[in-house]
Structure formats: structure tokens, C-alpha cells
């Protein structure tokens, strides 16, 4: 099936949607009547290093790459608590199918800075995937009436089985960088449809391997000036996911759904496990009650800063943008979604201490869950960057990290 059948085929099925809007609700329900099945077969998943393509559509069909499109642009509407909510489910089945999930549903925050001619070229339906690195690894030349990009970009998470791919690039004009007043490099977002795309099989990696977060590059690729955008641009709506950081504010859901089917995972051990030195049973040894309850005691405050921080977040934008927001929101929402990743890499790791030597053979799915959370802690929204730059905040200093407090 060409590309462009496989378009009008999935118009067809939101077109049949559209009557029938997802509620957050029918989309969690739906969500957790997967859960069996990507657990079932995350193995095959990691193995894979990539979706299988039913997964991939029935993720599809129940709504899930659309959930991210706002009411003002003829989205569902879910907050992004809500979304948040979904990703957190997928992952306790699969982690990869999560983080997947997370990156191809953008498609609608993208749609929010988008004029509505490109959105109607782009996206002749919500229910498209996209896939790709936001950060600038390109070079855009101006040319008549749009670009010519030329970049390789790292970390394609989702380009497996997307329909769209952006590209963050720096611009230039006969050959040198455009600069802004205040004397920064121009940076623009750019929209391609995926089979203009170079793909290179270079994701063999330790976690997450079922992301497929290979390489991908083009080489002189004219995109019109309305498939691009910067993110200080609001073309089609002014709503609450019109802001940068809108696809930061569920990222969490991916830890902490992941420790979350580690924890109840090891409970499920629980029940008539002994200490192997000694037979007493878990439930009445001192090491394996405190490890538990610790793993529990990070894991519940973990949620409850996220949580909280998205939902007050998300109520203070009802009247302003959030660079207008009070400092500690802005910088609340950056640690909380930090302090996330960073909690369910020290869960696992403290939960294969306590199972031992049985969590180290690949049958366990303690040993994906390990794997794709120290992975995961390596992305840049887990870094001592996004830290430093709420302390400078904070100080009046020089954030290295601007885009997670609302600068730059």
C-alpha cells in the first residue's frame, strides 16, 4: 500500500471517528484493556527493537496518537494530566509501547503552531504518527517560498512506524546563520512526511530498545515555509498545549508507569518468598519489608509531584502563557517531571538488590524494566541541565537548560 493510500485509508477511519470523539475516560479504559497483551509481549518487543505493526494500529484505532490535539483545533480535549494518564498505562504493560506512544501522539501540540492550510495538508487526519528530535541538527536555507533542510538527527523515537517526522534545524540564508535581535541563532521546527526520510538502523542499545529511536537524516529537502515553526509561533490556536513545554508535561508517565509494574510485579513475588540463606519468609524479614516500603515511599512522591504539579499547571493557564507564570510553578513542574526518572531508575535498582541474582536473566521483566529506566534517565528532561537551570532561575543566573523554564 503507497503512502498515499495508507493517508485516505486512515481518513476514512477518522472520518468514521469524528462523531464519536474519545473522552479521557473511554481512551483509559480502552488503554487498560491492552495492558495484558503489551505485557505478554514486551520480550518480543525489546528483541524487535521496534513496535510490531498490529500494536501499532491498535493503538491507533482507539485513539491514542489523537489524544494530544486540543479542543481549539477540533481535538478531544484532554488535559494533560489526562495524557499523562494514558502514557502511564501503556507503560505499565510495555515501557517502549509508552515511551512510542509519548512521542507519536505530539502530533497534535505540533498541529497548535501550525497554520490551519499546513494542518489540513499535514494532517488530513488526527489519528498520524509522528516521530523525531526537536533539538537543532540541521541547516534550513531559505529559499522561494520555504527551505531547503539538510540534517541528521539522533534519537527518532517511533520513526519505525510514524507518518511524519520533524526536524529542529538552524537557518541560514545564503549560506550563513540567521541571528535573532538579541544575537541567537534562528532556530525553526520542520514537518516531513516520512517516506521523504533516510532511516538508518543504528538503535542497539541497552533500554528502550523497542522504541526504535534510530537515526534519520535528509539532504537538500524543500519544505514549504508553512510545514515549519518556532515555538515563540501560535498560528492555529492559543490554547493550553500551545506552549513549549506541553509534551514535557506527560513524558513522566513513562517512569513511573514502568516502577509502578515493577513494584507490583515484586509484590506478586511476595507471597511465599524466603530468604535463600536462611528460609525465613519475606514477609517477616526486616530487609525485604524496608526495601519495599522505601521503593513504595519514592514511588508515591514521586507520582504525587507530578501529579500535582501538572494539575496546578495546568489550572494557572487559564488566563496566563506560562512564561507569565510564578517562578516556583515553572520551575515545580521541571523538577517534579526530573525527580520522576530519576526515582523509578533508583526503584528498580533497589528492587533487583532485593529479588537478587533471578533479576539478572532476561526472562524477568525486572531486567527490561532496569534496563529501559537507566536509559531513560539519560535523556536530557532527566539531566543535571534541568536542575542547574531552576537553581539559576531561581538566582537571576544563566540557565544551561532555558527551554524547561519557559526561556529561549
Known amino acids: 500500500m503507497s503512502g498515499r493510500d495508507r493517508t485516505h485509508l486512515l481518513w476514512l477511519r477518522s472520518s468514521a471517528m469524528t462523531a464519536a470523539t474519545i473522552s479521557a475516560t473511554s481512551l483509559l479504559t480502552a488503554v ?37 490535539f486540543s479542543a481549539e483545533i477540533g ?32 502530533t497534535g501540540i505540533y498541529a497548535g503552531y501550525l497554520d490551519e492550510r499546513a494542518v489540513a495538508e499535514l494532517m488530513p487526519t488526527q489519528d498520524l504518527i509522528t516521530a523525531g528530535l526537536i533539538f537543532p541538527a540541521g541547516r534550513a536555507e531559505r529559499v522561494a517560498n520555504g527551505y531547503r533542510l539538510t540534517g541528521r538527527w539522533k534519537f527518532g523515537s517511533a520513526i519505525t512506524h510514524a507518518d511524519l517526522v520533524i526536524g529542529g534545524a538552524f537557518v541560514t540564508s545564503g549560506g550563513r546563520m540567521e541571528e535573532t535581535a538579541e544575537g541567537a541563532p534562528v532556530v525553526r521546527l520542520f514537518f516531513m512526511p516520512r517516506d521523504q526520510v533516510a532511516v538508518f538502523d543504528t538503535w542497539d542499545t541497552t533500554g528502550l530498545r523497542g522504541s526504535g529511536s534510530n537515526d534519520y537524516a535528509v539532504e537538500g529537502l524543500f519544505v514549504p515555509e508553512h510545514h515549519s515553526f518556532a515555538f515563540s509561533e501560535r498560528k492555529s490556536c492559543r490554547g493550553k498545549l500551545s506552549e513549549p513545554e506541553a509534551l514535557a508535561r506527560i513524558m513522566p508517565g513513562v517512569p513511573l508507569g514502568t516502577a509502578r509494574a515493577a513494584l507490583d510485579y515484586v509484590r506478586g513475588l511476595a507471597d ?105 534517565a539519560r535523556h536530557i528532561i532527566a539531566h543535571d541541565q534541568v536542575i542547574q537551570s531552576t537553581g539559576a532561575f531561581v538566582m537571576g543566573g544563566r540557565p544551561e537548560f532555558p527551554f524547561v523554564v519557559g526561556l529561549g
Not at 55 to 66: A, D, M, N, P
Not at 88 to 93: F, I, N, Q, T, V
Request: one cysteine or more; aromatic letters at 8%; proline letters at 3%.
Open 272 to 376: 511465599g518468598k524466603t530468604v535463600n540463606a536462611t528460609g525465613q519468609k519475606w514477609a517477616d524479614n526486616y530487609r525485604a519489608q524496608y526495601l519495599l516500603g522505601e521503593c513504595e515511599m519514592e514511588y508515591i512522591v514521586a507520582r504525587g509531584a507530578v501529579v500535582n504539579t501538572v494539575e496546578e499547571l495546568w489550572n494557572a493557564l487559564d488566563h496566563r502563557r506560562f512564561a507569565d507564570l510564578p517562578t516556583d510553578l515553572r520551575i515545580a513542574t521541571a523538577l517534579a517531571r526530573t525527580n520522576a526518572f530519576r526515582a523509578a531508575q533508583r526503584i528498580l535498582t533497589r528492587l533487583c538488590e532485593l529479588v537478587g541474582t533471578d533479576s539478572i536473566y532476561r526472562p524477568n521483566p525486572l531486567d527490561i524494566w532496569l534496563r529501559d529506566t537507566n536509559t531513560m
Open 75 to 106: 481535538g478531544p480535549g484532554l488535559t494533560s494530566l489526562e495524557q499523562f494518564e494514558v502514557v502511564e498505562a501503556l507503560s505499565y504493560g510495555d515501557t517502549a509501547t509508552g515511551w512510542c506512544a509519548m512521542i507519536g501522539a505530539a
Open 32 to 68: 487498560r484493556s491492552l495492558v495484558p497483551d503489551l505485557a505478554a509481549r514486551r520480550s518480543e518487543i525489546d528483541a524487535q527493537r521496534r513496535l510490531p505493526s498490529d500494536i501499532v494500529e491498535r493503538l491507533r484505532e482507539i485513539g491514542v496518537y489523537r489524544m494530544c
